[in-house]
């Protein structure tokens, strides 16, 4: 497929869903399942416009899916606006920690015994499956940076950090299948590197250089008063840049580096304006920026705020609003091409390990190792173990395993599970999310900590 055709895709979809929008909205999916339905009809079992090859091609995806990891991983970070410390943050912590690692271990298990694979491809089959996604997760994320529901903060927080704690989990397994088993000392430099330094070191260097770039650039729009006029576009891509590329030159984890950069943006505008109200939701109505609805803006004008809530507002506004379009719009690329994939790949075992995985590994997970009852409800416990949807996330692991030299038996076998499961997850939680969100709005009055 040359680049000419991607981009008219691109541009085909797009309208598509734009022009059909007001009845999209009625309709108990998600965009996501539209253009995957969309991918279907113009791969080979449909118009046969796009045939793809995911072993030829494996180069340029595994970029597209990283960058659009990285956009939504900042965009993530972004909307989290709690101080670590409160407890809607325990919820995060569970869900990308234990959560993650008994899910990892429950698809290799599953992959193992049921479906005859060795240890190490089980293991890297389950480290690919095992990141919650950050792109296809919208509907389930906070709202705004004052939503602290304990579902939608957890679920966002879990897809902001295990994309990049799943990393070492895919290097385990792609170090298994490479040394045929444990020996060789491996086991301890994987620990000391990829697991200790790659997640401490890129949470690090992300926070830091998030939390000084914004509060070196608030300090400067007061001082030069130019707080509405600033690029602030380029701010949001000049921190995922440096933050991955500081974080890989390091050795630390570029995800989680990008995704700490944009926590400590938003907590440099939080300490900034010293109040629990997000800047952008006092000035996005007078200043023309619209990250929430405007009946829950607040009235004045941009004389009555301090110079560096007015800075802070306008930079968060203008950051959030580039990043969901950019990520949107890799989304519908990224899944009509998995649709267009999907003929080719498709593979009933994956089916079956799926459903294992939705259904029964990651609820017991959430309901053994996701704390208290004081933390969570059981009705919420439910939900949380129901939403682990996959995506980009997983398929950008895919490509970075194939990358590193897979059998052609192993190859297949990767992919084909991987793009099954991704799909599956995107039927079924698609069909799934607006009812039970819905169920859950009506039952439950928001959680605030």
Same mark, same amino acid.
């Given at each position: 497929?040359?680049?000419?055709?991607?981009?008219?895709?691109?541009?085909?979809?797009?309208?598509?869903? #734009?022009?059909?929008?007001?009845?999209?909205?009625?309709?108990?999916?998600?965009?996501?399942? /539209?253009?995957?339905?969309?991918?279907?009809?113009?791969?080979?079992? $449909?118009?046969?416009? &796009?045939?793809?090859?995911?072993?030829?091609?494996?180069?340029?995806?595994?970029?597209l899916t990283e960058g659009a990891v990285l956009f939504s991983l900042f965009g993530t970070g972004i909307k989290l606006r709690l101080t670590f410390g409160r407890s809607a943050w325990r919820c995060a912590y569970l869900l990308a920690g234990p959560v993650m690692v008994a899910s990892i271990v429950g698809v290799a298990v599953v992959a193992h015994f049921a479906l005859g694979l060795d240890w190490g491809v089980s293991m890297l089959i389950g480290a690919m499956l095992a990141p919650t996604?950050?792109?296809?997760?919208?509907?389930?994320? /906070?709202?705004?940076?004052?939503?602290?529901?304990?579902?939608?903060?957890?679920?966002?927080?879990?897809?902001?950090?295990?994309?990049?704690?799943?990393?070492?989990?895919?290097?385990?397994?792609?170090?298994?299948?490479?040394?045929?088993?444990?020996?060789?000392?491996?086991?301890?430099?994987?620990?000391?590197?990829?697991?200790?330094?790659?997640?401490?070191?890129?949470?690090?260097?992300?926070?830091?250089?998030?939390?000084?770039?914004?509060?070196?650039?608030?300090?400067?729009?007061?001082?030069?008063?130019?707080?509405?006029?600033?690029?602030?576009?380029?701010?949001?891509?000049?921190?995922?840049?440096?933050?991955?590329?500081? #974080?890989?030159?390091?050795?630390?984890? $570029?995800?989680?580096?990008?995704?700490?950069?944009?926590?400590?943006?938003?907590?440099?505008?939080?300490?900034?304006?010293?109040?629990?109200?997000?800047?952008?939701?006092?000035?996005?109505?007078?200043?023309?920026?619209?990250?929430?609805?405007?009946?829950?803006?607040?009235?004045?004008?941009?004389?009555?705020?301090?110079?560096?809530?007015?800075?802070?507002? /306008?930079?968060?506004?203008?950051?959030?609003?580039?990043?969901?379009?950019?990520?949107?719009?890799?989304?519908?690329?990224?899944?009509?091409?998995?649709?267009?994939?999907?003929?080719?790949?498709?593979?009933?075992?994956? &089916?079956?390990?799926?459903?294992?995985?939705?259904?029964?590994?990651?609820?017991?997970?959430?309901?053994?190792?996701?704390?208290?009852?004081?933390?969570?409800?059981?009705?919420?416990?439910?939900?949380?173990?129901?939403?682990?949807?996959?995506?980009?996330?997983?398929?950008?692991?895919?490509?970075?395993?194939?990358?590193?030299?897979?059998?052609?038996?192993?190859?297949?076998?990767?992919?084909?599970?991987?793009?099954?499961?991704?799909?599956?997850?995107? &039927?079924?939680?698609?069909?799934?999310?607006?009812?039970?969100?819905?169920?859950?709005?009506?039952?439950?009055?928001?959680?605030?900590?």
């Amino acid at each position: 497929m040359s680049f000419i055709t991607a981009i008219a895709i691109l541009g085909a979809v797009l309208l598509l869903l #734009a022009l059909a929008s007001a009845y999209l909205r009625w309709l108990p999916v998600t965009t996501s399942a /539209v253009c995957l339905l969309v991918g279907l009809g113009i791969g080979p079992v $449909g118009l046969g416009i &796009v045939n793809l090859d995911i072993r030829e091609s494996t180069h340029w995806l595994e970029r597209l899916t990283e960058g659009a990891v990285l956009f939504s991983l900042f965009g993530t970070g972004i909307k989290l606006r709690l101080t670590f410390g409160r407890s809607a943050w325990r919820c995060a912590y569970l869900l990308a920690g234990p959560v993650m690692v008994a899910s990892i271990v429950g698809v290799a298990v599953v992959a193992h015994f049921a479906l005859g694979l060795d240890w190490g491809v089980s293991m890297l089959i389950g480290a690919m499956l095992a990141p919650t996604d950050p792109v296809l997760a919208n509907m389930v994320q /906070v709202n705004s940076a004052q939503d602290f529901d304990r579902v939608r903060f957890g679920l966002s927080g879990e897809a902001g950090l295990n994309d990049g704690t799943a990393f070492p989990f895919v290097l385990f397994g792609l170090l298994m299948i490479g040394h045929g088993g444990f020996e060789g000392g491996w086991v301890t430099h994987w620990v000391l590197k990829d697991v200790i330094w790659g997640v401490a070191g890129g949470l690090i260097i992300g926070y830091g250089l998030g939390r000084l770039v914004g509060q070196l650039m608030i300090f400067l729009r007061v001082r030069h008063q130019d707080s509405t006029l600033s690029p602030n576009d380029f701010l949001a891509l000049a921190l995922i840049a440096l933050a991955y590329s500081i #974080a890989w030159y390091l050795g630390a984890f $570029g995800f989680l580096a990008v995704f700490a950069a944009g926590l400590g943006l938003r907590q440099a505008e939080a300490q900034s304006t010293g109040s629990d109200v997000p800047s952008e939701h006092l000035t996005h109505t007078i200043t023309g920026h619209h990250e929430l609805p405007p009946e829950h803006a607040l009235a004045g004008s941009v004389d009555e705020l301090a110079p560096p809530q007015v800075a802070a507002g /306008v930079m968060m506004s203008d950051i959030m609003a580039f990043g969901s379009l950019i990520e949107r719009s890799m989304e519908v690329m990224l899944i009509t091409l998995l649709g267009a994939l999907l003929w080719g790949y498709w593979d009933w075992r994956g &089916v079956g390990l799926g459903l294992a995985l939705f259904v029964v590994i990651r609820p017991l997970a959430v309901w053994a190792l996701g704390g208290s009852r004081a933390l969570l409800s059981g009705h919420q416990r439910a939900l949380l173990g129901w939403f682990g949807i996959r995506g980009i996330g997983s398929i950008y692991y895919l490509c970075f395993a194939l990358q590193h030299g897979l059998g052609d038996e192993v190859a297949r076998t990767c992919t084909s599970l991987t793009l099954t499961v991704v799909a599956l997850s995107i &039927v079924l939680h698609g069909v799934s999310t607006q009812p039970l969100l819905d169920h859950y709005e009506r039952r439950n009055s928001k959680a605030v900590d």
